[in-house]
């Protein structure tokens, strides 16, 4: 089975931290992604990567920054931490060919930025 | 832009019922449709894909259905169980891209009562 772990279940931070956020995939997928989740607003893209040090940014990627140094792991990183980035996040990987692209989910981060 | 959208947002049936959720998307440039399932404070599970070039998918109790000229998928659930109580979310992958990512509906919440 494929596995999509991330770092932490819940996360508090206070505001202006720096936050990293760790996504790790076991099944050798060349794409990773980061969303966020919020009430009423649904699943949105931050930032997505399709191999090794390339990023792409998503539909929401003011405030964040991602890195891809390995191609199991895909970070996301708020340079400093705001209220308003207080969410689940996701991050999600898929890999190339008919079975290859369904798309996994980690369990979630909930950040709480205080 | 892709818009995805689900109906109804919410739904509780009795157990034992068979149901229909119902998925629309805009633009039938697709490369495929997913269903998730989502409990409470969790991350995304993978239910069914399906291709573009595909009509219908079966897993056990869940059988989904993609009608792209339409630009419509329905998730069928047989002989519903509490078990099956939690969000349900479709997403699209659009057929141009190299990464797959996926444009998400807000989801069914479901629940089955005892």
């Given at each position: ?43 949105r893209l931050i930032y997505f990567s399709y191999d090794v ?62 | ?70 630009g419509r998928s329905t998730l069928y659930i047989a002989a ?35």
């Amino acid at each position: 089975d494929v596995k999509v772990t991330q770092s932490s279940r819940y996360l508090v931070k206070r505001t202006g931290e720096k936050v990293f956020l760790e996504c790790v995939q076991d099944m050798d997928h060349e794409n990773m992604f980061w969303y966020r989740q919020d009430p009423g607003l649904g699943l949105r893209l931050i930032y997505f990567s399709y191999d090794v040090k390339m990023k792409e940014k998503g539909d929401i990627p003011e405030g964040y920054s991602v890195s891809r140094e390995k191609k199991e792991r895909f970070s996301l990183i708020l340079e400093s931490a705001s209220t308003n980035q207080t969410s689940m996040y996701l991050c999600a990987s898929t890999g190339q060919g008919t079975r290859g692209d369904e798309q996994y989910f980690g369990p979630g981060t909930r950040l709480t930025v205080t | 832009k892709q818009e995805v959208t689900q109906i109804p947002a919410a739904l509780s049936v009795p157990e034992g019922e068979n149901l229909v959720l119902n998925c629309s998307f805009t633009d039938s440039a697709i490369y495929n449709l997913q269903w998730f399932r989502q409990d409470p404070g969790k991350g995304l599970t993978s239910l069914l894909l399906i291709q573009s070039s595909q009509r219908e998918q079966t897993s056990g109790r869940l059988n989904a259905s993609l009608d792209k000229s339409s630009g419509r998928s329905t998730l069928y659930i047989a002989a519903s169980q509490p078990g099956d109580s939690a969000t349900y979310l479709c997403a699209v992958t659009p057929s141009s891209g190299s990464a797959r990512q996926l444009t998400f509906g807000s989801g069914t919440q479901l629940t089955v009562l005892p």
